[in-house]
């Protein structure tokens, strides 16, 4: 008999793909972690931050949990993540208020 409402183990580390949210739930079916994930993200929850370019092919998507401070975005920036649109317009302001 399969159980029902588990709940997600999210990462520890400030940033995390969703390879990595596998690995931390062998126990869910992918579809359904998939699910619970962009529900999660419909809600506010977990924001995409950026991807990583990994050479050819699709670029691998980066998340977060919220809320996204001025030092995550520092780290993501500084573990050379490319920072998603909406992110990328505050970096750039907080760089010219610091100039």
């Known amino acids: 008999m399969r159980t029902r409402h588990k709940t997600i183990t999210w990462p520890t580390a400030p940033f995390f793909t969703i390879r990595d949210l596998h690995r931390l739930n062998p126990r869910f079916v992918e579809i359904t972690l998939r699910v619970r994930f962009t529900k999660e993200i419909e809600s506010g929850n977990v924001a995409e931050i950026g991807s990583l ?27 050379k993540i490319n920072l998603a649109d909406a992110f990328l317009a505050i970096t750039e302001e ?6």
Request: net charge positive.
């Open 94 to 99: 907080q760089s010219k208020e610091a100039a």
């Open 53 to 79: 370019n990994g050479g050819k092919g699709r670029p691998i998507k980066v998340f977060t949990l919220t809320p996204i401070t001025d030092a995550k975005l520092r780290q993501a920036v500084a573990q």
